[in-house]
């Protein structure tokens, strides 16, 4: 147990600690990127992404069904199995790959499908599109033996190497903005980027997998291979139903509601995926070590598990929901200027797509830790069928804000409520209606301190630096402070709150040894 409460510790430090470099950078390059090129490349970015995001249907879910196969052979450390499994992960990841560039360059002459205006189309978006797609395409043929470093439970040396080559990506294509004002050159280090950073890990599973080397190669049990192609059927239609779900917001504002959108609407979707990507790398983190936990205890301690996450899930995401709230607009004034900013009424319904989105982390995370794919393949297939029905229709009739309400209303649908139940059903064999409360006391909660937190910064009067400080004081305050006290006799809130201070006391103890020395 505290091998794996070490392990998720040091993952979870390392990976946000890198983060927070990155986000800095990543920031900083938006702003070069919106001065130095034409407004129109924002919105191209934006479209580029959900296209490619739609065409990683071709990885067809097995990765985490391969994933879930690694945990039982390295913690028993079963190097035949493991290298078993690994020729499977590297051959179907070569096919996804090649799969992924040859329906991607197929799709690259309709383009122009998907923007609804004739005059926004810019010249060389073709050529654009296909360094976007090689930039893609490169990450499947070396996917497998990142993914069994961090099956390892050691996701921190991914975390350092990704952040390194990240930053300094960041760094050259700022100055390459400023020298070349250049999207094709933009794309180009990106790709040199990826391919560099690709090959560094690689190298670092060699080394520490030398088994990886060995030519003898024993066939899976039949067992394993069934239960990895049963669990990869039904990962495929939760690809589907994730890609229609959270890969076409782009697609449905650029073809229905107008391509300019797509650009202020992206600068939203940046600050609202780096504070889910700084979130669900706290998840990432702890579900090799929530597999781990599940297949050596009683579903009893694993349901107390589940509620101990879910408690964080809600803190974490009460929170940042609450800073969304009241800081993004002050902020992308601050950073992009006013022409940049969307309603107020559109910020509270993107903000309520993102708490609902993220409360699902916990469940997700168990889902994915106990394996329980087959369980629940047919649930995204319906959610991104209602998705699109609800989305299209309510885009036309009222823009960006009718299409994240599709979003929300099939989200909340299928995801709040049948996945919790499909999980309780299958795994742990009772009723969810206890797991069910604890998300609406949580939404409760939530609610109250994003209109206390509201109310206290709609009393902030100054220029407009001043004012996001305040505001930052005032949100970083207010929900914190409102939920120790709601929380106080809490037994989750209590075993959290002494499990970090033994970790800072663990720490402060390591620091003094180290200077004794």
């Avoid at 409360?437 to 937190?453: G, R």
């Avoid at 002494?498 to 004794?516: D, E, G, M, T, Y």
Wanted: some cysteine; glycine content about 6%.
């Amino acid at each position: 147990m505290g091998s794996r409460t070490k392990n998720s510790a040091k993952n979870i430090f390392f990976s946000e600690l890198s983060y927070v470099a990155v986000l800095i950078l990543q920031f900083a390059n938006r702003s070069f990127f919106i001065r130095f090129l034409p407004g129109q490349y924002l919105s191209l970015h934006g479209l580029f992404s959900n296209i490619l995001s739609f065409l990683s249907i071709a990885e067809l879910g097995i990765g985490s069904a391969i994933d879930f196969a690694l945990y039982k052979p390295l913690k028993e450390q079963d190097t035949e199995t493991l290298k078993s499994i690994m020729v499977l992960y590297r051959r179907f990841y070569t096919f996804a790959g090649l799969a992924v560039l040859i329906s991607g360059s197929a799709v690259a002459p309709f383009l122009s499908c998907f923007i609804k205006e004739p005059q926004a189309h810019i010249g060389g978006m073709y050529l654009y599109f296909l360094l976007y797609l090689a930039n893609s395409g490169i990450s499947y043929f070396y996917a497998s033996k990142r993914s069994l470093i961090i099956c390892d439970q050691k996701e921190y040396i991914v975390s350092i190497v990704n952040s390194l080559s990240h930053i300094a990506v960041k760094l050259l294509q700022i100055v390459s903005l400023i020298l070349f004002q250049s999207y094709a050159v933009y794309l180009i280090l990106l790709i040199a980027a990826s391919l560099l950073e690709n090959i560094v890990i690689t190298i670092l599973a060699n080394r520490m997998y030398p088994f990886l080397k060995d030519k003898k190669i024993k066939k899976l049990s039949l067992g394993l291979s069934a239960d990895i192609r049963k669990n990869a059927y039904a990962l495929l239609f939760q690809k589907i139903g994730i890609i229609i779900v959270y890969a076409t917001d782009n697609l449905i504002i650029s073809k229905f509601v107008g391509f300019f959108y797509v650009g202020l609407y992206s600068n939203y979707t940046l600050i609202i995926q780096a504070v889910q990507t700084a979130a669900y790398r706290f998840f990432d983190s702890i579900t090799a070590s929530v597999g781990d936990f599940a297949a050596f205890n009683e579903k009893g301690h694993v349901e107390k598990m589940l509620f101990r996450v879910l408690f964080i899930n809600a803190w974490m995401f009460c929170f940042s929901s609450v800073c969304l709230l009241c800081l993004m607009q002050p902020f992308i004034r601050l950073w992009v200027g006013e022409d940049y900013l969307l309603s107020g009424y559109i910020l509270v319904i993107i903000v309520l797509n993102f708490y609902l989105e993220g409360m699902r982390a916990t469940h997700v995370t168990f889902k994915r830790a106990i394996g329980l794919f087959w369980q629940t393949r047919y649930k995204p297939v319906f959610e991104g069928v209602l998705n699109l029905a609800i989305s299209i229709p309510m885009a036309v009739r009222f823009g960006i804000a009718g299409t994240l309400i599709g979003t929300i209303i099939s989200t909340g649908c299928m995801t709040g409520l049948l996945e919790p139940y499909l999980m309780y059903r299958s795994y742990f064999e009772r009723g969810f209606w206890r797991f069910v409360l604890c998300h609406v006391k949580y939404a409760l909660i939530a609610f109250m301190a994003s209109c206390l937190t509201v109310f206290g910064c709609s009393m902030v009067k100054g220029n407009p630096l001043t004012d996001f400080l305040v505001r930052v004081v005032l949100c970083t305050l207010i929900p914190n402070l409102f939920m120790a006290f709601i929380y106080k006799r809490n037994e989750n809130y209590i075993y959290l709150k002494k499990f970090v201070l033994q970790f800072l006391k663990r720490i402060c103890v390591s620091l003094r040894r180290k200077r004794k020395s």
